[in-house]
């Protein structure tokens, strides 16, 4: 699996955008690009993942630049329920033996009211 | 997460007994991935299982720790002689066939304690 760089930690004001970078500048051709966070002693919660293109789910939207080498995660209204440790993980889509996610540190995200 | 269960949530053990973890993944994905988390630590893959075959285990330690997805039934974690190090949570998840970009996702977790 390529390797992704995060910031450690980032704040966000509660009801504001909080945009993570993420950046996998060795990023394959078949690798996508996932997300998911961890609030504090519960499991990993899926956020979303994409390839090419820019997605949007309920949760978030994923930007993904044209060369892949970088992403962004927006949660468009951060929620104090939002703070958790945010993971960009980048994986071939297929099922094979090397298609384990792999973590990171991660991004300490704190929302502040 | 969507419906992967696993249980117990919380095991107590003594140093030297045996600790089995279950996971029952979402309902028709048939991949398992297990994942530790010590204290204060980030996640750690240990081993990767399909129906009856374990796929990858290069995260698993080499003795006491073993894993199966039998054909019937839920994943088993299995932990033998269990120490105080092994004092974790445990993290199934699982993942359908569903084509490019599959989604994995994760259980609540087992804490394991060692007393």
């Known amino acids: 699996d390529a390797k992704t760089t995060q910031p450690p930690s980032m704040d966000c004001a509660e009801g504001r955008a909080a945009n993570l970078p993420c950046n996998h500048s060795t990023i394959s051709g078949n690798e996508y690009v996932y997300w998911y966070r961890q609030i504090h002693s519960q499991g990993p919660q899926y956020i979303i993942h994409?390839?090419?293109n820019n997605e949007t789910n309920e949760m978030a939207s994923l930007i993904i630049t044209e060369d892949r080498k970088s992403s962004t995660l927006i949660l468009p209204h951060a929620t104090l329920r939002d703070t958790a440790v945010y993971y960009c993980i980048v994986r071939v889509g297929a099922l094979t033996s090397g298609s384990r996610l792999t973590f990171g540190e991660g991004t300490q995200l704190t929302v502040n009211p | 997460n969507a419906g992967v269960m696993q249980n117990p949530r919380h095991l107590v053990r003594r140093r030297g007994q045996e600790a089995r973890l279950r996971c029952s993944p979402v309902?028709?994905?048939?991949?398992v991935y297990w994942y530790r988390q010590l204290p204060e630590e980030g996640l750690k893959f240990m081993v990767y299982l399909q129906k009856e075959n374990i796929i990858d285990e290069s995260g698993m330690p080499k003795e006491r720790f073993s894993a199966e997805f039998p054909k019937e039934g839920p994943s088993i974690l299995r932990i033998q002689q269990v120490v105080r190090g092994d004092s974790a949570a445990y993290f199934c998840?699982?993942?359908?066939?569903?084509?490019?970009?599959?989604?994995?996702?994760f259980g609540e977790g087992s804490w394991l304690t060692v007393v």
């Open positions: 994409g390839l090419k």
């Open positions: 309902k028709g994905h048939s991949h």
């Open positions: 998840a699982s993942s359908g066939t569903d084509g490019g970009g599959n989604t994995i996702y």
